[in-house]
């Protein structure tokens, strides 16, 4: 019997770092012989990113709340179906670009849906699959959105203005508090290396 992998979720708000540190600890559980998938939602599928293309498109700003969760949950639903279970059925580590945590702190924190909608959702689309760690970059809105903005052009979240983001951020450290065991919250300010280092530390605490 395959001993199945573990899934590690990166959260945070745009320009934190997320894409950046995937990769190192992708890169660091590789080195530890793991074998690993890095993905990102929304997205990580075929007809996934193709709903993220819709997601993002800015020319497209005026969908309600509600569609875009329910948008979010259907390219869930398919990268949970097509990457997620079966890589770690298989024994694979998935690494991914966001997760759930995402639509409670987006659409439910920065969007204003009920909660409760959103975890039957949830129950509906994960089936009680929660990620094995949950590493929550941190930093104030400013400095974040200076880092992506300085990137190429805003996507449809990037135009929204701060007050959405420091909602998203309060959300995202919310749900840090509410389950301890599974979310570190990480200082997103430093330089890349000390960021690394910061994450480095928390996966020898929690995969020995
Ligand atoms: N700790 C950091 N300090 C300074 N710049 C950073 C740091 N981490 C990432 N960056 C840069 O900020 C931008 C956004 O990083 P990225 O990893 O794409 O963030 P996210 O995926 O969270 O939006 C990139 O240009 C990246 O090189
Ligand atoms: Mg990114």
Redesign the pocket.
């Known amino acids: 019997m395959t001993l199945r992998g573990k899934l590690i979720t990166l959260e ?1 708000i ?7 540190q995937c990769e190192f600890v992708a890169q660091t559980l590789r080195a530890l012989g793991k074998r690993v998938v890095t993905t990102r939602e929304p997205g990580g599928t075929t007809l996934g990113e193709a709903i993220r293309g819709l997601l993002l498109d800015p020319k497209l700003p005026a969908m309600a709340a509600l569609s875009e969760l329910l948008l979010m949950f259907a390219a869930r639903a398919e990268h949970l179906a097509q990457v997620i279970e079966p890589a770690l059925s298989a024994g694979e580590w998935v690494v991914s ?1 966001r997760f759930t945590d995402a639509s409670y702190a987006y659409q439910g924190g920065g969007r204003g849906l009920a909660l409760s909608t959103i975890a039957a959702l949830e129950g509906i689309v994960a089936q009680g699959l929660q990620p094995d760690l949950t590493l929550l ?1 941190d930093a104030p809105v400013r400095v974040a959105l200076r ?2 903005r ?2 190429a052009q805003a996507d449809r979240f990037e135009l929204e203005r701060a007050q959405f983001f420091a909602r998203v951020r309060q959300a995202y450290l919310d749900l840090a508090q509410a389950h301890p065991g599974r979310f570190r919250v990480i200082d ?1 300010v ?3 290396a000390q ?1 690394q280092a910061a994450v480095l530390q928390v996966l020898r605490q929690r995969f020995p």
């Open positions: 945070g745009e320009g934190v770092g997320k894409s950046t670009d970059l880092r992506a300085a990137r997103a430093p330089a890349v960021v």
